[in-house]
C-alpha cells in the first residue's frame, strides 16, 4: 500500500513550499495491544518544503487506535497525535531516518507506520490504577469478579519451595 504525493512541483525549487492534507485509513498499523481500526483514516496535515538536500515534510499525523489493557485485557480507545518531520531524498539513502523521493513522488505510507508503530505502548493501561485479573479465578479485579480468598502468607509458600517439611509429632501420623 502507498500513498503517493506528486511533488514534482518542489523537486529542484528550494524556498517553495506548499500544503498539503492526507486523510487515509493504513492497514496493518498494530503491534501486540494495540491497533489502528483499518476503517479509521489517519489525518495528516503535512507541510511539504523543498530544500537543497530534497523534500522536508513536516507536521502533525493524528488518528486513533484501539488498546487492549495489559493487565485486565479490557479493549479501549486512545486518540493519537504525532509531530512528523522527515525527509525525502533522491537516490538510495544510507540514513534510516530518511525517505525515498522518486521522480518527482514521496510515498508517505512508510513515514506514516514508521511513527504510529513507534509510538504504540507495549503495555497499554484502561487506568493506571487498574487492579488486573485475578491469577487464579481471572475474574476482573476491578468490577468485584473474584471472590478468591487472600493469597496465603508469602512466606510460608517461601519455605515450600525450599522443601522445608513441617516437623510431625508422633500423635499426627498417618492413620
Ligand atoms: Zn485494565
Ligand atoms: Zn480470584
Partial sequence: M????????LVGRPGSSRAVHVAEPVAGLRTG??????????????????V??????????????????ARCLKPF??????????MFVPGTSTEVDEYPL??????????????????????PLCRQDCLG?????????NVGECRCP???????????TLGVEWPTGPDDGIP
Fill in 77 to 86: 480507545e486512545g486518540s493519537f497525535r504525532l509531530d512528523l518531520r522527515e
Fill in 150 to 160: 487472600p493469597e496465603p502468607d508469602p512466606r510460608w509458600s517461601a519455605l515450600h
Fill in 33 to 50: 495491544l494495540a491497533v489502528v481500526p483499518e476503517d479509521r483514516a489517519v489525518d495528516l496535515d503535512l507541510l511539504l518544503e523543498s
Fill in 102 to 123: 522518486v521522480e518527482g513522488f514521496v510515498d508517505v505510507e512508510p513515514m506514516i507506520r514508521d511513527a504510529v508503530v513507534l509510538s504504540m505502548p507495549l503495555a
Fill in 133 to 141: 485479573l485475578c491469577d487464579r479465578c481471572g475474574g476482573d479485579r
Fill in 2 to 9: 502507498t500513498i503517493e504525493l506528486d511533488v514534482r512541483d
Fill in 52 to 69: 537543497v538536500e530534497g523534500i522536508l515534510a513536516s507536521g502533525p499525523l493524528e488518528g486513533v487506535m484501539t488498546l487492549q489493557c
